[in-house]
Structures are given as structure tokens and as C-alpha cells.
């Protein structure tokens, strides 16, 4: 378990050097958070794609953070998405280290709305 958790921190900080994050907005959006994807790591897999979501709050959340780095499998077929990863900052830039992280591929898929943050990032991330 030790093992996975090193491997999975050490993949990010390589894909947090390399990230291109795009702010993403969404008409039922929060006051008060940011979210944004990074457009150059997006894994294809047939009609899925795997892609990295950070979300910003201006105010510390409950747990202690101001930030969530989240991975999530898109499903570009049928408008649907499941997480995979979470990885909670102290900063609203996501550049401190990691204060919390949950890995367990959710075997749950979600449906999203027209207007949502997933939605305008499938827009993009699947039309490739």
C-alpha cells in the first residue's frame, strides 16, 4: 500500500511540472471556487479518457484544504464520469504537499448536466 502511495505521488509531481491547466466554468458554479483541467495529460481509451480536475476554494474546506486534484474517467459515449484519484493541498495552487489523497476507482458512474464543469471538458477532451 506504501509502495502504491509513493508511486502515485511521485507520478503526480512529474505531472504537475508538465501540466497545462485551463480554467473551466460552468453555469451552476460555486462562489468562491475555480476548477480547471489539465489539457495536455489526457488518456484515450477507445470512447473513455482519463483526465486530471483541479479544483479551487477560496475558503479552507472542511478537512483542511483550499485544493483537490482529482482524476476522473470520462465516458465519452455516453455523457457519463466516475473518479478515480483525490489529492487534497493546503493551497489554492495546488503546489504544497499533499494533506490528504483517496485512490479507489469508483465502480459508480455519474451522469452530468448540461452546463457542468464535466460537460464543457467533454466537449473538448472527446471531440480529439
Not at 21 to 38: C, K, M, N, P, R
Not at 42 to 57: E, T
Request: with cysteine; charged share 20%; glycine share 4%.
Amino acid at each position: 500500500m506504501k509502495k502504491c502511495l509513493l508511486t502515485l505521488l511521485l507520478l503526480v509531481t512529474v505531472m504537475t511540472a508538465q501540466a497545462e491547466w485551463l480554467a473551466v466554468e460552468s453555469a451552476i458554479q460555486q462562489h468562491g471556487e475555480t476548477h480547471y483541467f489539465d489539457s495536455q495529460v489526457v488518456q484515450k481509451n477507445g470512447q473513455l479518457r482519463k483526465v486530471w480536475l483541479l479544483s479551487s476554494y477560496d475558503d479552507r474546506q472542511i478537512g483542511g484544504y483550499h485544493a483537490v486534484k482529482s482524476l476522473y474517467e470520462i465516458d465519452c459515449s455516453n455523457n457519463k464520469a466516475r473518479s478515480i484519484t483525490m489529492l487534497l493541498y493546503p493551497d489554492k495552487k495546488a503546489a504544497e504537499a499533499v494533506i490528504g489523497a483517496h485512490h479507489e476507482e469508483s465502480q459508480e458512474w455519474f451522469s452530468f448536466a448540461r452546463n457542468s464543469i464535466f460537460q464543457n471538458i467533454s466537449e473538448i477532451i472527446c471531440a480529439s
